[in-house]
Nanobody, 118 residues
Framework: QVQFVESGGDLVQSGGSLRLSCTAS????????MSWFRQPPGKERELVAG????????TYSDSVKGRFTVSRDDARNMVYLQINSLKPEDTARYYC???????????WGQGTQVIVSL
């Protein structure tokens, strides 16, 4: 069955960096685009970044463009999100899912919590 396991979240100071990881299983990972989403406290889940199945295309939300980088390792069934220059407004639970700028598989994973302090 489909499973997403996110990790790497932490409490960091503003301006810091983190690398989030997502291990996927239960589907042919290399055939799917992958995306990262986040859900800030009290808000709806939103798209952060997406990467195509071959890694040749990426997309980012305007709020993270230039600070976040999405990448993938098909040999390990993993997708990564490098987050630099963290801001307090990046505080959220981060999730991955299959799809390019959309989430097409269920269930969602537990996510990984990122908290950015001033």
């Amino acid at each position: 069955q489909v499973q997403f396991v996110e990790s790497g979240g932490d409490l960091v100071q503003s301006g810091g960096s983190l690398r989030l990881s997502c291990t996927a299983s239960g589907f042919t990972f290399s055939s799917y685009a992958m995306s990262w989403f986040r859900q800030p406290p009290g808000k709806e889940r939103e798209l952060v970044a997406g990467i195509s199945s071959l890694g040749s295309r990426t997309t980012y939300s305007d709020s993270v463009k230039g600070r976040f980088t999405v990448s993938r390792d098909d040999a390990r069934n993993m997708v990564y999100l490098q987050i630099n220059s963290l801001k307090p407004e990046d505080t959220a639970r981060y999730y991955c899912n299959a799809g390019f700028a959309t989430a097409i598989l269920r269930p969602w994973g537990q996510g990984t919590q990122v908290i950015v302090s001033l």
